[in-house]
């Protein structure tokens, strides 16, 4: 219970998180979510063969492969997204921070909290600007018109929207453009003081000049965060990831540092899908 | 060739004049009650309770119709909401799509929607007499509630397949618990459940059927739950039967007042699911 | 905090659940109870008797409910036979010939109208259609009339279904995909060929659903009925004769209900005779277009 009141408020961007020495090369990784033989059913289709895979924190990681390869299934695992789709079956193991999220016993609630999601269009809640961006923290328990408002000035900030709203906190949420919805959703999911975001394709609905600020801001937050995206322009997987897992067909077919996977691929698909072969 | 074009030409005429006929009688209804209607209505007429008994006095107006009806279908809206609201978010967004029990259960409900209000009558009636109840407020609007909570559920069931997956995800995302998320999509489906409050209101407040059994007829206007109650089909149904013009008149001007109320559901109605519309993803 | 929002979760979901089951229930609670309220009447005349012989005269304890069950089919199949038809065409020249403005125009008054109470429709009724049948139709057909009459209520009910089947079935028709019309256009297809051809026959089950609520209401209705039937305990030997059907003989009776035996029991065995019909009518209804969808899916 507690774990959740205390640090809400001093938390964001104000306290400097210790750097890991993550960029310098692979073997230093601290490893945040690790994957365990996940094998995913829909309807009795195999979609997911056996991934395994480590994503370490506070980085960027691209999952990259042609559509239909089982990217967007294996981030939706993360935070148990397939829980309410009867047929949807999983199997193996899925460690965040060291803790099966797929025990009987794991809260998913909890689960999610630590994740925030970013879908491919954004959806705001039918509610008010402010009201969206605070939502999370109400639900976790935090109270008081001036600690809300904080916290929404805040997120809004850092996500750079706070200077367009500031003056129509008021407004229903669907009133903004789809560009500002997007970054309102970022500002929704790190208000809620997640540890990971999840991007599921999340600029491809935008215009050229709201990706841009979206892939900056993704940039920007990796310090504190550990940025996990789905994409299917591989440019955009060049400008950003640090790491990159490459999906082909349900299976993982290589996973590495951005460098090495874009430039030493081992394996032949990769070398043909990053050259354009096929898409 | 030929006789294709004709028969073509032969439907298109019948479709035509089908459609004039109907758009024609169903404005001949609209002209005939406000013929009659307007005539006998005045301020004494909606502010006034009978005098000198319904059924044979000259004097007074319809307010203990009114009134009744307003109390009435006020509380069945409040019981209805509170049931169909929670089956129709059950239905949709608790239970795992294409479960066998949603299968039934809309069934269910499709089946009670066709139920005629009689039936509903009847069936207040006999659980009156099980509890030993009299005619009452509180009967008709056991029965009203009834007869509306099909109604209710289907036209909210309607509107909530409508809801994103993607506002479902993402609440969920954000770490709400199932009942958290619902509370949103509540929220979302507002203008839809408006819209089936509306169009409860306006089948429970015309229903004669159900109230003639459970409510009873007064003068008076009830003052509490247990007291019997007049309502504006009843007072049309039963006035327009009596020898005396000027109790005639009354029972027009009640099918007047009746007719304005359901025009004024419908256009607000409309004008809720179009307002409301552009405010949606 | 998580444990109250999970306890609040928990509470929310079982609130949901039971009154889900409620809902539900109610419709079994219905038909139990009237069948238990009618459960007298039928162990004393025997179901048989009841449903085939006509004598009415609940003073010396007979009930047969021949009459009114004749009376109730004659009024709906009337009513149907007038509606079904006028309803299908117009809405067939709303949705595919008329312009965008009449069809806006035209979905607002039949929307409007299908609020309408039966009660008013009834008023209307006695006003408009009971004197015309008495004074200038049925003059050519039969002696003397009335007006209230089979014919009346028929009609009535008609006009009354009628705003209800069209806003179901110009949904029905708008629903068929343009593409459709187009492919069938443009294999030389004239318009009408593509309406009967294509667009009715795509729209045969929304078709049937529509025609089973309509029957559903007209079979049930009251008011609107019992206002210009003439209420007339003897089988109707034509259509401008009186007739009483089941919901009439309930809405009558009902006040005198608990002061001659058996009578209760009989009226609530009329309105289980309904409650009974409609069910079944319309859970056979049900599987006959889980059917047509079968077929149309192989």
């Known amino acids: ?52 895979m480590t994503i370490p924190d506070k980085s960027i990681t691209c999952i990259i492969g042609p559509s239909g390869c089982g990217k967007t299934t294996l981030l939706r695992s993360f935070n148990r997204l397939h829980d309410d789709n009867v047929d949807v079956k999983i199997k193996g193991k899925l460690f965040v921070d060291g803790e099966d999220i797929y025990t009987k016993d794991t809260e998913v609630t909890h689960i999610r909290k630590k994740m925030g999601l970013l879908a491919q269009r954004p959806c705001s809640l039918p509610m008010s600007i402010i009201d969206n961006v605070v939502y999370g923290p109400r639900l976790h328990g935090v109270r008081g018109r ?75 937050i990796k310090d504190k965060y550990t940025v996990v995206l789905v994409t299917h322009t591989l440019r955009q997987a060049k400008r950003i990831a640090d790491y990159v897992a490459f999906m082909y067909m349900g299976e993982l077919v290589e996973f590495g540092t951005a460098d090495q996977l874009f430039n030493h691929p081992k394996n032949q698909l990769t070398k043909e899908y990053i050259s354009g072969g096929f898409s | 060739m030929n006789t294709k074009k004709l028969e073509e030409k032969i439907f298109k005429g019948l479709m035509i004049g089908s459609s004039l006929l109907i758009f024609g009688v169903l404005l001949y209804i609209l002209y005939i009650i406000i013929k009659k209607g307007l005539p006998s209505l005045s301020w004494e007429m909606i502010s006034q309770i009978p005098s000198g008994g319904f059924y044979l006095g000259k004097e007074g107006g319809i307010l203990n119709a009114i009134m009744g009806s307003l109390y009435l279908i006020f509380f069945s809206v409040v019981i209805s909401l ?40 009847a069936f207040g009636f006999t659980i009156m007499i099980f509890f030993g109840l009299q005619a009452s407020l509180f009967g008709g609007i056991i029965a009203v509630s009834l007869l509306i909570i099909p109604v209710m559920i289907r036209s909210i069931d309607e509107v909530a397949i409508l809801i994103p997956v993607e506002l479902i995800e993402a609440t969920k995302s954000l770490g709400a618990t199932n009942y958290e998320t619902i509370k949103v999509i509540v929220r979302q489906l507002l203008p839809g459940i408006s819209t089936a409050v509306l169009l409860s209101v306006g089948r429970g407040i015309g229903d004669g059927a159900t109230v003639l059994f459970t409510a009873g007829y007064t003068d008076s206007i009830p003052t509490s739950l247990t007291q019997p109650t007049a309502t504006l089909p009843l007072a049309i149904f039963f006035q327009l039967s009596s020898p005396i013009e000027e109790v005639q008149n009354r029972a027009y001007s009640a099918a007047l007042i009746l007719t304005v109320i359901i025009l004024m559901l419908s256009f607000s109605a409309r004008y809720f699911s179009r307002r409301f519309s552009k405010n949606k993803i | 905090m998580l444990k109250s929002r999970l306890l609040k979760d928990r509470i929310a979901r079982h609130y949901m659940l039971t009154a889900t089951v409620m ?27 009841l449903l085939t012989t006509s004598n009415w005269r609940p003073f010396k304890g007979d009930f047969g409910f021949a009459s009114y069950i004749l009376s109730t089919l004659y009024v709906t199949g009337i009513a149907i036979i007038i509606a079904l038809p006028l309803s299908l065409l117009t809405s067939i020249y709303i949705i595919e010939y008329a312009s965008p403005k009449i069809l806006r125009a035209f979905s607002s008054v039949v929307d409007l109208l299908a609020g309408i109470p039966p009660v008013i429709y009834g008023v209307w009724g006695t006003l408009t259609i009971v004197p015309f049948i008495s004074k200038s139709i049925a003059p050519h057909f039969v002696e003397f009339s009335t007006g209230y009459s089979v014919l009346a209520a028929g009609v009535v009910l008609a006009i009354m279904i009628i705003p209800l089947i069209i806003s179901i079935l110009m949904e029905v ?79 009558n009776n009902y006040g005198e209900m608990m002061s001659v035996p058996q009578y209760e029991s009989a009226l609530m065995f009329a309105a289980f005779l309904l409650f009974f019909i409609i069910v079944l009518f319309n859970v056979i209804s049900r599987l006959v277009l889980i059917q047509i969808d079968k077929r149309y899916q192989l």
């Open chain 1, 1 to 52: 219970m507690e774990l959740i009141t205390a640090p809400l408020i001093t938390v964001p961007l104000t306290i400097e998180q210790p750097k890991f020495k993550v960029m310098n090369g692979s073997h230093s990784l601290n490893p945040h979510i690790v994957v365990e033989n996940l094998n995913i059913f829909i309807k009795g289709n195999h979609i997911l063969k056996d991934i395994n």
């Open chain 1, 146 to 220: 001036r600690k809300l408002y904080e916290i929404a000035r805040h997120q809004l900030v850092a996500v750079g929207l706070w200077d367009e709203v500031k003056d129509r906190l008021k407004t229903p949420a669907s009133t903004l453009s789809i560009g500002q919805q997007q970054r309102l959703c970022l500002a929704r999911g790190l208000a809620v003081e997640p540890e990971i975001i999840l991007g599921d394709e999340a600029t491809s609905a935008l215009d050229p000049i709201s990706s841009k600020t979206i892939e900056e801001l993704f940039v920007t």
């Open chain 2, 82 to 121: 509170l049931i169909s609201v929670p089956v129709v978010m059950y239905l949709n967004f608790t239970l795992r799509k294409k479960s066998r029990f949603s299968a039934f259960a809309r069934l269910t409900f499709d089946v009670l929607f066709g139920i005629p209000s009689i039936v509903y009558g």
């Open chain 3, 23 to 49: 809902a539900i229930f109610f419709l079994f609670l219905i038909g139990g109870g009237l069948f238990l309220k009618s459960l007298p009447i039928m162990q004393e005349k025997g179901l048989w008797t």
């Open chain 3, 173 to 251: 028709f708008s629903a068929v995909p343009k593409e459709m019309r187009e492919a069938s256009m443009s294999l030389g297809a004239t318009k009408w060929q593509t309406v009967k051809k294509v667009v009715i026959r795509k729209s045969i089950p929304g078709v049937i659903a529509a025609t089973v609520l309509a029957i559903s209401r007209a079979f049930g209705e009251t008011l609107a009925v019992l206002m210009v039937c003439g209420n007339f305990t003897d089988l109707p030997k034509s259509i401008f004769d009186a007739c009483y059907p089941l919901p009439a003989l309930i809405a």
